[in-house]
């Protein structure tokens, strides 16, 4: 059965609210962004319909043609996936966010790449918080360093930190990760980075992500369900496919 958007969508919202409640926080400290990634602009229009307005896309080409078939609608796009270099100019003009920046040279592309009739684009730094050599983002230890350079970039907004943990059903180790992005957070906030966002938690550990201080979650099978297509081979050559 096609899941019910409309439905799923105000359960999403549901547990988002009770998950913020049971941690002594406000619902509306959470931003839900829905992760359409594989999902057909059809899809991503009944969730408009349904009142969503922001959508995380991971491959670029499947995003463009999403952005084209649905422009007549004020959709707010997060790039959320793994950046090649030659693909920056086409994110820097067609995406609000970007939440995976981990070098230097992707914020300097990036930061050329904007057109200056746009608002400054809103980036996250991603940090590998698992120490998997097969996920994208900088070291824990280098997060510093780099919101450093990124903050003194012109044409973009250094607004925070995204990860994406290790997938487990260990819910120590997940909430030890998020933990450790959270700490990042608050010492370059200490350092005096003006930051606001905390990008972590998708369908299967939201909780734990909203309880350790999540202002937005990436959920994507809660919303739309499982995954309906052949990934082409572009998106299974990413590193980061969930």
């Given at each position: 059965?096609?899941?019910?958007?409309?439905?799923?969508?105000?359960?999403?919202?549901k547990h988002?609210?009770?998950?913020?409640?049971?941690?002594?926080?406000?619902?509306?400290?959470?931003?839900?962004?829905a992760?359409?990634k594989?999902?057909p602009a059809?899809q991503?229009?009944?969730?408009?319909l349904a009142?969503?307005?922001?959508?995380?896309e991971n491959?670029l080409?499947?995003?463009?043609?999403?952005?084209l078939?649905?422009?007549?609608?004020?959709?707010?796009w997060?790039?959320?996936?793994?950046?090649q270099?030659?693909?920056?100019k086409?994110?820097?003009e067609?995406f609000?966010?970007?939440h995976s920046?981990?070098r230097?040279?992707?914020?300097?592309?990036?930061?050329?790449?904007?057109?200056?009739?746009?608002?400054p684009?809103?980036?996250?730094l991603?940090v590998?918080?698992?120490?998997?050599?097969?996920?994208s983002?900088i070291?824990p230890?280098?997060?510093?360093?780099?919101?450093a350079?990124?903050?003194g970039?012109?044409?973009?907004?250094l607004?925070?930190l995204?990860a994406?943990?290790?997938?487990t059903?260990?819910?120590a180790?997940?909430?030890?990760?998020?933990q450790?992005?959270r700490?990042?957070y608050?010492?370059?906030?200490?350092?005096g980075?003006?930051l606001?966002?905390?990008s972590?938690?998708?369908s299967?550990?939201m909780?734990?992500?909203?309880?350790?201080?999540?202002?937005?979650?990436?959920?994507?099978?809660?919303i739309?369900g499982?995954r309906?297509?052949?990934?082409p081979?572009e998106?299974a050559a990413?590193r980061?496919?969930?």
């Open positions: 059965m096609t899941k019910n958007i409309d439905s799923a969508l105000q359960s999403v919202k988002i609210a009770t998950a913020a409640i049971n941690a002594g926080r406000q619902p509306e400290e959470i931003m839900l962004l992760a359409s594989t999902n059809e991503v229009k009944k969730a408009w009142g969503q307005t922001i959508f995380g491959y080409q499947e995003a463009l043609e999403k952005i078939a649905l422009s007549d609608l004020p959709i707010e997060h790039f959320i996936g793994p950046i270099s030659n693909k920056t086409r994110i820097a067609n609000s966010w970007v920046v981990d230097k040279k992707i914020a300097d592309r990036l930061s050329r790449d904007r057109p200056e009739a746009l608002p684009l809103q980036v996250c991603q590998n918080v698992s120490g998997e050599d097969t996920k983002g070291l230890e280098s997060a510093a360093d780099l919101a350079y990124v903050a970039l012109p044409r973009i907004k607004r925070g995204m994406v943990p290790e997938l059903t260990a819910t180790l997940q909430r030890s990760q998020f450790m992005l700490t990042i608050d010492q370059l906030r200490q350092d980075f003006d606001d966002t905390l972590m938690g998708m299967e550990d909780d734990i992500a909203i309880a350790e201080g999540a202002t937005m979650v990436r959920i994507g099978t809660s739309f499982p309906r297509y052949p990934i081979e998106l990413a980061i496919i969930r």
